[in-house]
Structure formats: structure tokens, C-alpha cells
């Protein structure tokens, strides 16, 4: 199983100052070749354009902005100091700006609409295709983030895992179709802060964020009910919260899967909340013949 309780590893970049450090030098290179070349109208300030199209691709669009400006400024500093043999320089710096103009807008849309995909890309690989939850590996997530938010702030969250009764007797295509009924009755009961997936099979799993199991089993009866409303579909559900409960992903998980089967055991269509160590010991203590005897009587 994952260890789920650290966030993501993220790719390492290379500091922005460095970045912007090595435009610059690659700009005053093109601007000494073309010095050295002794004549503005040369090829080499086309080298330019392979500055200013890195700028575009790995900067913020106003920093993108600023290398432009530079290279612009380093260009037209040619024009002075090596002025072409053949044409009018004021003309090709016009030329030269607006074709830095056109050239970091395109590369700028591009790099919104690769940004777009790839966002929609990182949402889809964690989304279970049926119901539109998330998937195993998205919920993994979720509730590494949820652990961290809670042992920042000291709060606690609530975790509810259902399942559909009676599920493996259903025919292949019953099971689709409760499956997506089940997922929507899910996603609609649940907060916007909350979070829901399918971790395999009916396995549906809601994580309730700022609540303990109380607020947890107030949303998961809402689930039951709105899905019993549907006609053809029960669900039973077990509720546990952290810390209570756990203190990481499987614990809870194993606690609240223990109270659903418990759900199922008892005829199904209810929400059980898990009984903690400490309940069970509590219970215990009041159902036994026991006297408490205060020291040293």
C-alpha cells in the first residue's frame, strides 16, 4: 500500500533568478556576434528569437515580457553601433519588435493551452472513468492533504465508506448503472470541501472535511436516503474520524470498512459508526462487574 502521509513529491526547477541570469547572457552573446560581425542586418540576430522563444515557454508571461524588452533594447543598441549596410535600421527595428510581438503571443497561447491540457490531463488520471469520482490514487491524495490540514490546524475530518448492498448478485449491467447512481447521489449529498471516490468495486468513500464522526454520519445518512429515494438502490455505510479513529489512511479505512460489513451483517440500507479501542473498553468496564476503589481506602 501507499504511504499516504506526505504530499506528493514535486519536480524539482531551477531557481528563476538563474533562469533569467542565463536569458540575459545568452542575449548579450547574439548581441556580441553581431558587433563582432559589424553589421546589424546580419543572420545572427535571429539568434534572438531562440532567447525569447525559452523566455516565453519557461517564464511568467510579464517576465517572458521583460527578456523581450531586453533583447528588443540589445537589438536596436545593434542597429547603432553596427547599422546595416542595405536598408533603413528604424524600419528593421520596427520589424524586429513587432515579429517579437507576434512571436511571444503565440508562443504565450500555446503554453496557456498546453497548461489547460495538462491540468485536465492530472484531473483525468486521478478520475474514475464510471462514476467521475476520484480514483484510488486521487483519494490517496486527498487524504494525505486532509492529514496535513489537520495537523496543522489540530481539526479533525470524518471518513465514510458505503457500498451497495447486495451488489455481487446484481447482473454486469445492474451494477453500471448503480454504480453511477451511487457516485452522483454521493457527489450531490456531499460538501463543495469534501471529497469523494470509488476505491474499487460499489466501494465509495467521502472524506468530510472540519467534522468529526457525528457530522460524518449527519452526511452519510444523507447519502442512504437520497439513494434510497432512487428505488433501486441501498446503501450500507460505515463512519469513522480522525483522530479518533486513526491516525492513517488504513487504520481508518480498515475501521470504517468494519463498520459498513457490520451495516451489511444487520440487514444493510443503515450507517454504523465504528466503535474506537477506547469505547470498547469503556463498554466493557460498564457492562462487567467492576468497582472502582479509590487508592489507599
Known sequence: MKDTTAHEPR????????????????TLVVEGITLASGNAASPYPLL??????????????LEGALQATLILAAYSVGLVLAPPSVGSAPLRGVLFALALCAGGASIGALRARHDRLMTEFRRLSRTDPLTGLLDRDG???????????????????GLVVTAIDGFDSLPTAEREFLLVAAGRTAAAAKRDVDSAARLGDDELAIIATYTDERGAGVLAERICDQARELGRVTLSAGVVSYPRHGATT????????DAGAAAAELGGDRVLVATSAADSIAARLASADVRVVPAGS
Open 48 to 61: 534572438y528569437f531562440l532567447v525569447a522563444t525559452a523566455a516565453f515557454c519557461f517564464l511568467r508571461p
Open 11 to 26: 519536480p524539482r526547477r531551477a531557481p528563476r533568478a538563474a533562469l533569467h541570469l542565463s536569458l540575459l547572457a545568452g
Open 139 to 157: 483519494f490517496d491524495v486527498a487524504m494525505a492533504n486532509e492529514f496535513e490540514r489537520a495537523r496543522r490546524s489540530g481539526s479533525r475530518f
Open 250 to 257: 488504513e487504520q481508518l479505512l480498515g475501521a470504517a470498512r
